[in-house]
């Protein structure tokens, strides 16, 4: 109890053994997870895997049906939701349709009863925050959709919260204004220094605007950690399939010294790297489409690495994409639209050290 105080400062937000059962179905299985003060993390799954039940949870909109909840060293799993001190903007925000932006923006310190002047300075405040204040006396349906996004953001840190709780807030935008707002609201979540639980299924975006991710998978958490960890490190075939694109392999391991492949079951060796990966062990590896070369056949000096087949080439401006067969499956392989030039019908080389999976023939 000494130290509880100060475990407290450095995890913000503690959930604790969440379990949450709708009849005979369980959405949550024993989720554990602690949140970083000033962290910004994502939790980032397939549809149905649980990810706004757990947020929700989180704020005191659905009750657990086992575990606790803390934040800030409080348990708050009795606690309502006006009791926790989070900002939160679910997927649906749905802002008064009759009210102004500002006080769509001031009925949370209305209903607290804050005194005129201060209320007045802090919803000008943040309406400067999300740069809305030129548009104080406009009805919602007068804005477009990322400035109704940015009033329901505003609407939530004006109450200046520790802990902002987002869920897909940005999937109603499209690419342009999404990116924006995600540069947006990764510059205030870190002017405010709020601990920030994102809930998406976009990885891309999780990736880039998260200190930490979650990935999720029927209600449990299959990995925790850097964007850089979950993209380079997964721990699982499926971390490793849902973020971002992956080719697998499965096989046996051959070779000595620091050398070492997966000999596959049509005879192809591909070169492999991983920690403790023991020769004989039959193993997983994967690799990701910017981590292959290919070669023209005639130039490659790897007699026995894969080869394949150029099918298609898709080009996206900055970069191109080259769907190439390789026996049964299709792999896509990226390159800037610079690199080299392959017809479809060529035949290639296929340059590239994949990873093995932990847990299938790795020590660690
Ligand atoms: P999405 O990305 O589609 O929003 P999600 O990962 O956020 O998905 P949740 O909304 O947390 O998923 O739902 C998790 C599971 O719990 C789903 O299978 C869903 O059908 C189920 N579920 C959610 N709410 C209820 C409810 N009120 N009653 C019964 N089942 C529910």
Redo the contacts with the bound molecule.
Sequence with gaps: PLFSGRSAMMHHIGVRNII?N??A?S??KDVNLDVREGEFLS?L????????????IIAGL?EPSGGEIFIAGQNVTLDPVWKRKIGFVF?NFALWPHLTVFRNVSMGLELRKTEKAELYNRVMEALRMVQLEALADRLPAQLSGGQQQRVALARAIVLKPAVLLL??PLSALDKNLRQDMQVELKALQQTLGLTTIF?T?DQEEALSLSDRVVV?NK?VIEQLGTPDAIYNQPVSEYVAGFVGEACFFEGRIEGNGQAKTLRLSDGTAVPIRGNGIQVGQSAVAFVRPEWIDLNKLDISLSPGSPQGTIERLMFFGQSSDYLVRLGDRQLRVKYKSDGPRLAPGDTVALCCVARVLPGNGAAS
Excluded: N, Y
Excluded at 45 to 56: D, Q, V
């Design positions: 949450k709708w009849g179905f959405a949550l939790i799954g397939p549809s149905g895997c649980g990810k706004s039940t757990l947020l929700r659905e997927q869920d897909e809930v299924h999720m209600g």
